[in-house]
């Protein structure tokens, strides 16, 4: 005889699908605001690996509202300077130390201790991450949603009021209310690698050079490491010294600048520029790589996810709280949208311009930002806009 096996069920308002850090950030948001919210993550244990390196004063100005800013501030390297070069030749200088903003610099600090912070503040107010629980699938009921999930210890139904997808570049939340994304591929392979090494430049700028091989930016990180990021058109499994060099040497300024004596951790991975059509479907929402991804030119990736969620948790609060009309919740994609869009506008910008190959091309683009980099307008606006401050508007401010 058959045994029936009932899968255990539990009731919560919200039910965020992957614990990244957009996932960690909002599940803070709507723990602070006492809402019954519930965050899985179908790895074992959070991922431990470098990745984004760098926090803008936006986000920081936004994370405020989670109480996570000031301990990101403690760990993390400030940075006010940034350069654009062609090798040994400065194009545009900017500087970070006079914006706007009680976070004037570029805040450096690899993704695993962003996430570690965020993991602890979701402790101290009182919230966990069910690790290794894979949401297999999400059924919508006339009262909210199923969500059948594989624990390791057997399955269980989750029933959410709102489901959010916070599940990265291949969102199954995203798939099953079947959002598309708009946007592309480049062809271009981007490896990275946190190194150490004696570099002659100092450790208190991140420079981008351009180079007729391709991009290499070299950026300080806490610790006395750098981050090195280039493009290739193909990569071995693991970096070692000799080619995290190569690429300095062929790329970086003419005169051997940096010796690298150490590779602590180093990944490749192919770009994608894609924004979802929707950011909302009914009781669905996406946040995060879910809803966006682009090149990693600016580092703006995290940071988008970051804001989505504080703000999202910030309007799903509110929502569930004050029983607001349903309509309150399409303020999340008239915010976040438009600026996921310009988030990817720029980092286009940016990446075209890194990955030009013809020798007119390039010169013709040096000679343009060489110039455009002698006005103080042009410096602002790209401050502006790096450190995400272009993007602050008032009405999320307002909400
Ligand atoms: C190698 C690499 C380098 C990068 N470098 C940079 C950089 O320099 N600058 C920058 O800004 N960004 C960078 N990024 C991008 C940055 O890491 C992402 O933007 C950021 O992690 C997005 O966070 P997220 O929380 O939205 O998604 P993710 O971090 O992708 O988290 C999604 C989570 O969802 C979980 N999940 C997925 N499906 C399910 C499911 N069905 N059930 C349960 N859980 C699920 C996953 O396990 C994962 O933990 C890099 C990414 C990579 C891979």
């Known amino acids: 005889m058959q045994t029936i096996v009932k899968a ?26 006492g809402i019954n919210t519930m965050i899985v993550d179908k790895l074992v244990i959070g991922q431990n690996t470098s990745r984004a390196a760098v926090v803008h004063a936006h986000t920081l100005e936004v994370l405020e509202s989670i109480n996570v800013s000031e301990r990101l501030v403690q760990e993390g390297l400030k940075l006010t300077k940034f350069s654009i070069r062609d090798r040994d030749h ?38 966990a991450v069910r690790w290794g629980c894979t949401v297999e699938k999400l059924v919508e009921t006339s009262g909210g949603i199923h969500a059948c999930i594989e624990t390791g210890q057997g399955k269980q139904v989750i029933n959410a009021r709102y489901v959010i997808g916070a599940d990265g570049m291949h969102s199954l939340v995203r798939e099953t209310v079947g959002i598309e994304c708009t946007g592309g591929s480049y062809e271009q392979l981007f490896v990275l690698a946190d190194v150490e090494m004696n570099w002659s430049y100092g450790g208190d700028e991140v420079m981008q050079f351009f180079s007729p091989t391709g991009l290499l930016v070299v950026a300080p990180l806490p610790a006395g490491r750098y ?4 493009t290739v058109d193909s990569v071995p499994m693991q970096l070692a010294i000799t080619d995290v060099q190569a690429l300095l040497d062929a790329r970086g300024p003419t005169h051997a600048a940096g010796k690298v004596t150490y590779v602590h951790w180093s990944s490749h991975f192919r770009l ?23 090149s990693p030119a600016g580092g703006q990736g995290m940071n ?25 919740l399409d303020q999340y994609e008239i915010l976040r949208r438009p600026a996921a869009q310009q988030v990817l506008q720029l980092a286009e910008q940016l990446t075209q311009m890194a990955i030009m190959k013809g020798l007119s091309q390039r010169l013709l683009r040096n000679v ?14 790209l401050e502006m806009s790096l450190s995400g401050l272009s993007r602050r508007t008032a009405a999320e401010t307002k909400l």
Not at 272 to 294: E, K, M, S, T
């Open 8 to 33: 255990a069920t539990e009731d919560t308002d919200v039910l965020i699908v992957g614990a990244g850090p957009t996932g960690l950030a909002l599940a803070i948001a709507l723990m602070r605001s």
């Open 90 to 127: 400065v194009l545009v200088q900017l500087h970070f130390d006079s914006l706007p903003t009680r976070y004037n610099y570029l805040l450096m600090l690899p993704q695993d201790r962003t996430e570690r912070i965020l993991n602890k503040t979701l402790t101290d107010v009182g919230g």
């Open 227 to 230: 981050r090195i990021v280039a």
């Open 272 to 294: 994608h520029h894609r924004v979802a059509n929707q950011y909302r479907r009914r009781h669905f929402f996406l946040v995060g790589d879910a809803a966006h991804v682009h």
């Open 304 to 328: 988008t996810g970051l804001i989505d969620a504080c703000i999202l948790g910030r309007i799903l609060s509110h929502a569930i709280l004050k029983h607001s009309d349903d309509s309150y």
């Open 368 to 381: 343009m930002l060489r110039t455009f980099g002698l006005f103080p307008m042009f410096r602002h606006h």
